[in-house]
Every structure is written in structure tokens, then in C-alpha cells.
């Protein structure tokens, strides 16, 4: 009996020896680490812009990622990555979280979501009237072709509200504006934000053009399914938190200030918040 007691006694210390290990956190191994890691893509203004002479990022996901560093009292670590490559970094455990990530099903078998931190909405931009004041269902015709980038939120957008239009879809979105702006297209289908750069970087392009409903998406924080609840409440409070009291969208806001790009420039009836 003698014997089981011990051994019992010696499972029940390793039990809690793991329990301590465990407890530790998510948060805990990030301040021990005394660092944020974030994935960043080159030239994808207005969310991130490397500047190349100082090798300092800037951009509104980076104000966001900084602010949340600052609340964990650790340095934001800013790792170069690629849209398609993000979410692998957040599985792999490369990065603590990506940021600007549309909210999809498929996605969500991947990676966690936080709470939106902003909405963005789908639209076209082009140069052509008889695309303005549109339905999607209107829009959704033979006599209509679009461009957009393979593989991403906007394409599974076309695919769903656009399937009779004809759709050109190529691997960068610089090639989808080159068929607009070659006449290729009648119009780029994307997001409000990129829209909105795009429409002011490339004027051939067009306009921004905001097709009923309103289709807006979440975009959200991806979070490693082996986070731990704290880490991933509190992520989710913080991205609450300030889309409700307008940070985000201040942030944001400031982004687009480079390209001329203000609050009162936005379609009526638009907001971050949702």
C-alpha cells in the first residue's frame, strides 16, 4: 500500500508540475520573449510600407500591432511575409498573429478569429457610368467582365454574386488593374481600402463604384488554435474595444491621409465600424 501511495503521491506532484508549466499563458511567453511578431507584406499600403532608406514599417495594421504591444509592455517584431503566407506563419507559430485577415469559413478551419477590428466592404472601381449605382444582381450579366486577384476574399466574392459575369482573374492584383486600365475589364472588383488607394494611385482605373447591398466582411486578427482563452479574450477585447470607440478607424483614417484620402471621401453610408 506503501508503495501505490507513493506512487500516486508522485503522479499527483507531476500533475501539478504540468499545471504550473501550462498555466504560464500565452501572454506569459510573449512578455518572456519581451516581443509581438506580426507578419508584414511589402507594399501593401495602406496596412503595411516599409520604407526602404530606414527599414522602419509603417502603415495602420502596424499602429495596431504597436498598440497592443504597448499593452503587453513588450516591442513589436515585425516579420516579412506575403498574403499567402500569414496564415502559415500564425499556424507554424512564426508570428503571434496577422492582422487585416477576412473572416472565411475555410479560414476559420486554420487559424482562431478575434472580434473584427473593422468592416470593409466589396465594391468595383472603373471608369465606366453604366457600371455606377448597381445592384450586384445587375452587375451579375454575360454583357459585364471583371478583373481580380486569384485565390483572394474578392474572387470567392465574384464566384458567389457574380457567376454569369465574365471574370478575368490573374495572380497579382497589379495584373487585374492592368486589364482595366488596358480595357480589358470593365471593372476590378476588391475591398473599400485597397479600392480607395488604387482609385488615387492609378486614376485610368476609375472611381470607386459601391454595388446594393452593401457586402461588408469583417476583417480580423488570426490567432493560433494553441493559444490559450486569456490570450485569445483578450485579443478579442482589444480589437472590440477600439473599433467601438474609433481607434481603428482613426488609424486607418490616417493611412489613407498620404494619398489625399479622408473621412468625408468615403460612399455614404460606409463606416470601419460596421
Do not use: H
Not at 466589396?122 to 450586384?136: A, L, R
Not at 471574370?167 to 470593365?186: H, N, P, Q, S, Y
Amino acid at each position: 500500500m506503501n508503495v501505490i501511495a507513493k506512487i500516486c503521491s508522485c503522479a499527483a506532484v507531476a500533475l501539478s508540475l504540468l499545471g504550473t508549466t501550462a498555466s504560464a499563458g500565452t501572454i506569459e511567453d510573449i512578455r518572456a520573449r519581451g516581443a509581438l511578431r506580426i507578419p508584414a507584406i511589402l507594399n501593401e499600403v495602406p496596412y503595411f510600407n516599409k520604407d526602404p532608406r530606414t527599414g522602419e514599417w509603417q502603415g495602420f495594421v502596424i499602429d495596431m500591432a504597436t498598440d497592443i504591444a504597448r499593452t503587453l509592455d513588450v516591442k513589436l517584431e515585425v516579420v516579412e511575409s506575403s498574403w499567402s503566407n500569414a496564415i502559415l506563419d500564425v499556424q507554424s507559430g512564426k508570428v503571434d498573429m496577422a492582422f487585416a485577415v477576412t473572416a472565411t469559413p475555410v479560414r476559420a478551419m486554420s487559424v482562431s478569429f478575434s472580434d473584427p477590428t473593422y468592416y470593409n466592404s466589396f465594391v468595383v472601381v472603373s471608369s465606366k457610368d453604366e457600371v455606377n449605382n448597381k445592384t450586384w444582381s445587375e452587375l451579375n450579366d454575360p454583357k459585364y467582365t471583371f478583373a481580380v486577384d486569384l485565390g483572394s476574399a474578392q474572387d470567392l466574392i465574384t464566384q458567389q454574386y457574380l457567376p454569369k459575369a465574365n471574370i478575368l482573374r490573374f495572380k497579382t492584383r497589379d495584373e487585374a488593374i492592368v486589364a482595366v486600365t488596358t480595357g480589358k475589364a470593365d471593372g476590378l472588383v476588391n475591398t473599400m481600402l485597397n479600392g480607395l488607394v488604387i482609385s488615387k494611385k492609378a486614376p485610368a482605373v476609375g472611381s470607386v463604384k459601391v454595388p446594393t447591398p452593401v457586402l461588408a466582411t469583417p476583417s480580423v486578427i488570426a490567432l493560433n488554435y494553441g493559444s490559450d482563452e486569456t490570450f485569445k479574450s483578450f485579443v478579442s477585447a482589444w480589437a472590440e474595444y477600439n473599433r467601438r470607440i474609433g481607434n481603428n478607424q482613426t488609424w486607418i483614417v490616417k493611412s489613407l491621409e498620404p494619398f489625399g484620402i479622408a473621412l468625408e471621401d468615403m460612399p455614404v453610408g460606409f463606416g470601419f465600424g460596421g
